[in-house]
């Protein structure tokens, strides 16, 4: 598969899901324009764009809330975010909508 094709190969993918799915190619736009990607839907620009934030790093921090941890194990708000967002997508596969 040639580079320049791989967001219209993904937005082809998305035909098959759910009808409940949000399609990338339906996005509303963005509110600045930018010059569509070859490789990435709108969908996976704007995760990529919230994973490299300063803010989203800065969660590893942050200690999540807990009562009495046991050994060296805790968690960071980091670390939780990404078990939740994990089993998110597990559920939207289950469902077959977008992950």
């Known amino acids: 598969m040639r580079s320049a094709h791989v967001r219209e190969w993904l937005e082809a993918r998305e035909e098959g899901l759910s009808p409940y799915a949000v ?3 339906a996005s ?3 509110a ?3 010059t569509p990607s070859h490789l990435r839907t709108e969908f996976q620009r704007d995760r990529d764009r919230i994973i490299h934030t300063n803010s989203f790093r800065q969660l590893k921090h942050k200690s ?3 009562i009495a941890p046991r050994g060296d194990h805790y968690a960071t ?3 939780h975010t990404i078990e939740v967002a994990q089993i998110g997508r597990t559920i939207a ?3 077959n909508l977008n992950e």
Request: no cysteine; proline share 6%; aromatic share 6%.
């Open 23 to 25: 399609r990338s190619s």
């Open 28 to 30: 509303k736009g963005r």
């Open 32 to 34: 600045r324009p930018e």
């Open 64 to 66: 999540q809330v807990f």
């Open 77 to 79: 708000r980091l670390t």
């Open 93 to 95: 596969r289950a469902l």
